[in-house]
């Protein structure tokens, strides 16, 4: 290998400031230069994968063959700073601040409430940002687009899509302008009964700034002057363990190959990039011709083709393709429209701007979605090498990697050339994938036919698959022996049976869903069959007759929509004082500063001095004796300070039962055996990999609740609670029937990873730790006794963090001892942000529950009895499983009345890592199984679901099964108005028409009523306190002991104090929450949090307020200020905390009865669906949600809660699937293998309405709202259900049948069994290991 040169200087420009960059290390990738080196922290981050849209920011570049400048996202995350040479980079930082002025794009992503938690906000500001730089008029179907590669875990995305929306031509705000529903067309709607009135407006666009393309910043002039340069030359970076070089012409490009045969050409680094992060990959030089001329072109002057250069991104590559449809005539694009399909969905498109189309045809990852197009289009390669060019075809042998077609290793590709397809021949792409958009695919494929001209004879036939082998397989026998055949049922029937010979996917196979892969393989080939017979027909209607009429829609696939809808909620009375913000739709307090990336987040929080960094080593054992830990090699690596284990805990290693640092065993995977701290992250991580644990098994190892079952191994006595004689009951209903559902666990996802900066303090022991939490008291409580310290000296700051939906309840006080005990060895800051991987793969998330019922019941669907189990998977510790199945036991009954009720519930103790809190607590699990037996129950009755569920519905003033007495009127007044709103009985009438007309797409609908609770049955939870000062200048400063974790709370204290201080908003702060300020704090959980900590701040108000009433008194006149001024003058106390006791709950356990909970929130929910039988897709076509909001202190809140909770929970019952080997690894720990919903995923039509109720325990009459949309989520579900039921009815299969959650693809097509699922072959289960199991 030859000598390296020396470093060249890097210059690019951020924010248009130039940047030069002496020792550019090729390691480094944009996000960590931009965060850590150039302190930009407006740039979030989020995977570190490319997959989650949080790190996108700008790019642009000028060409100097076009004189153009492109502007494209890019995910910072994967954009080595190295290829950055010339080009212009634009943060969040750079389009807006407050401290100069606003982007319309930020201010309008704020006002909107396109914000919440706000870590995701900074990435969506610049998805739009970056889609006007190129359209400043964008359609709705571009703003959709532009968000694909964005997650948010928070809004539920409807507000996101509809702040883009607002730059639209004839702003789209609103889909139902003129219908006189739209929010524009009036501003305030009177209700049908009573005086009040109903708005529907939560912003005022009036209120928007205008965009004004021509303010946004020029791009620098030194830039195209370094573009043009005729003496541009070679450049090289020279890092700590590699060398970048980027060659400047074609031939020096050639020359570097062969000299580096083994670099790899960096282009897009979207396969490069994570195969260094996640495959451990190691290259000591890469080579990156990206920019050079020579591979960014496209030649369509070929009469028979266009040929593409290597370069172009597929970002370009679809814009190109589109311009070749929009010119030649269909016949001969129907390759490149395949293409078009599959790359309207490929990846975000941050990930299309920077993927380029050599990278993906010479990666040929399984999953490509491409290849098997151009495979199946007869698209060619041109390389090039020093000696000389050569064309190869993109066929199945160069997709299996067979080494005599493989490029040569100093060969690279110049071009892709794609024939265009002709007037015989269909091409075709398919592809199922998890979640519509920015998801791998299951099963994709590429198929194309030739026929004899004017025949349906087959000429050529080729067939492609991806993802059901390590590469992408071609089944080249069956087409061999296909030739010749008509194109017709016999020939498909043959195809199929043909195919599954051909393609064998082992039962064991990685991935897993091997039956469903199997059916997929067939399913996809049917589709294609149908597509070409439509065709044939199209040119020939005499001779190809059409495929059945009730088959027509199984030929296209769900088209991505643009969501409409309204919100509904009560206007405020006008005789409320103007400046009382209470009840106003008022935005997040700290929206603006989300959208400019001002809001600050603990690691973005500056460098601490002499501050480390911490990484973790964690157990690959479930469970397992530690026989001893090597950390020799890892504390000699560079940068290491430490490495810490169990024997450095000067306190308690065990808290509460929740291990700190495994000691002597391990007893899951994922569980922290050590942790090494370090000058920086990537050397305490490097240093991780030489920590070397050497186990011993320890039997049993229990993953399932099954296994736990068997091996009676609990976390906590069983909850019962019984009413009536149940089993006298079972003797006198008409039937009886039994059953079992299994709902799987849910990660949190939220979008900032769990975050921890621990400072110790040179004096009395003091620690200090700046954490994103939802309960600081526990953090304080657990630093302390890992330290042996009391808790005075361990303070506990939190200002905010990004999302949290339980996960930050009691995982960060775990975090954080482990992190102090760091701090406190090493006496120096710790910084310890967990990777998303490792984040997914240690703090775990909801309860995997397993539900066991036998209802008894009257043939007119009265429930007369029924007797159910629950367990839930509760992992290795306690945490809080016991008080998740106590909340699985109370709220299991949901909104219905069972005269003979009897509910066990248990905790399980597996060898998982501990499932901990999550939005809904239990509630969303246990739902799941109710309307389960519900709909089993209206399947024996032969009625609806909805009926069953009416007549069983609590109807007056009742008691609960454990004798709380409630009112469910607003019960029923939600769920009648769900139902006549919704319209349900007459779209059920237009679906079961649809469903008559169509055989292989279904749709159904489901209405589910609930009856949910707030707060906690121990009172104690529920106590609050709060701190307001009001200072000399009039300011006051509110401070409680709740957390902000998106939901808005701060912002609700905010009004509440205004109201009861009668001040301004302006006048109010609120700064942070603290154990200082604050002690012994009550978790920010369980939806109460404005509940008991308003009541907190009301009371500190009202305290103040009374001490200054003598003052005003003397000058009613006066202004606030007046009154402070002589206050403070009169030595009157400007400062008070307030108190609220808590609601006075309890529960008594042994008599199985008490007042749980405070109060009930009601709601319903409908749902419509439509199902695509042949693969499993589905479409969620509308949902209606009618939530008891009692008063809403925020309606814009409190909507934003409902939505976003809603789709979350539509999340958890439908696409998000974690996966756990048998030997209970976690495979899922990051976005690209679990899926949360995307912008593509929420309802096309979507309604919420808050409805008015009087809830007079609960400050201003309130409810608590945070949780209660997960559960309308479950309406989905059993819409799904609903539709599969109608597909199973039309097959003459069992009318009641179990769909358990989540219900996937993969659950949804197997269900929907047919001719296929026939044919595929099956495996007896005793026969091989399965890749992955279920621990529910
Ligand atoms: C978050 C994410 C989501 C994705 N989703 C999808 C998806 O849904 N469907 C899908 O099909 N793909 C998906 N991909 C994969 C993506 O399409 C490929 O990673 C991409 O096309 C590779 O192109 P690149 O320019 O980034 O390659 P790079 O990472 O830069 O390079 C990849 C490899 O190709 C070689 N190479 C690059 N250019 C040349 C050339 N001209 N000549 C010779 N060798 C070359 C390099 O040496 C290297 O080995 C996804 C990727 C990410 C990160
Ligand atoms: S952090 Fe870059 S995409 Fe997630
Ligand atoms: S606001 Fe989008 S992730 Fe929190």
Redesign the pocket.
Known sequence: MPSLPSSDELIFFVNGRKVVEKSADPEMNL?FYLRKVLHLTGT????????????TVMVSRYDPKTKKIRHYPV????VPICSLYGAAVTTVEGIGSIKTRIHPVQERLAKCHGTQCGFCSPGMAMSIYTLLRNHPEPTPEQIMEALGGNLCRCTGYRPIIESGNTFCMASTVCQMKGSGKCCMDQEERSSVKGQEKICTKLYNEDEFQPLDPSQEPIFPPELIRMAEDPSKRRLTFQGERTTWMTPVTLNDLLELKANYPKAPLVMGNTTVGPGIKFKDEFHPVFISPFGLPELYFVDSTDNGGVTIGAGYSLAQLNDTLHFIVSEQPKEKTKTYRALLTHLRTLAGVQIRSMATLGGHVVSRPNFSDLNPILAAGNATIKLISKEGERQIPLDGHFLERLPEVDLKSEEIVLSVYIPHSTQWHFVSGLRLAQRQENAFAIVNAGMSVKFEDGTDTIKDLKIFYGRVGPTVVSANQTCKQLIGRQWDDQMLSDACRLVLDEIYIPPGAEGGMVEYKRTLIISLLFKFYLKVRRGLNKMDPQKFPDIPENFMSAVDNFPIGTPQGLQMFQCVNPYQPPQDPVGHPMMHQSAIKHATGEAVYVDDMPPVAQELFLAVVTSTRAHAKIIAIDVSEALAHPGVVDVITAEDVPGDNNHKGEILYAQNEVICVGQIVCTVAADTYAHAKEATKKVKVTYEDIEPRIITIEQALEYNSFLSDEKKIEQGNVEQAFKHVDQIIEGEIHVEGQEHFYMETQTILAIPKEEDKEMVLHVGTQFPTRVQEFVAAALNIPENRVACHMKRTGGAFGGKLSKPALLGAVCAVAANKTGRPIRFVLERGDDMLITAGRHPLLGKYKIGFMNNGVIKAADVEYYINGGCTPEVSELVIEFVVLKSENAYHVPNYRCRGRACKTNLPSNTAFRGFGFPQVSVVVEAYITAVASQCNLLPEEVREINMYKRISKTTYKQTFNPEPLQRCWKECLEKSSFYARKRDAEEFNKNNYWKKRGLAVVPMKYTVALPEAYYNQAAALVHIYMDGSVLVIHGGCEIGQGLYTKMIQVASRELNIPISYIHTSETSTVTVPNASFTAGSMSTDINGRAVQNACQILMARLQPVIRKNPEGSWEDWIAKAYKECISLSTTGYFKGYQTHMDWEKEEGEPFPYFVYGAACSEVEVDCLTGAHKLLRTDIFMDAAFSINPALDIGQIEGAFIQGMGLYTIEELKYSPEGVLYSRG?EDYKIPTVTEIPEEFYVTLVRSRNPIAIYSSKGLGEAGMFMGNSVIFALHDAVAAARRERGLANTFTLNSPATPEAIRMACADQFTDMIPRDDPSTFTPWSIHVS
């Open positions: 996000l979030k981050y989020g995977c570190g994968s490319g997959g989650c849209g949080a790190c995910t910072a995350c994967l976005p």
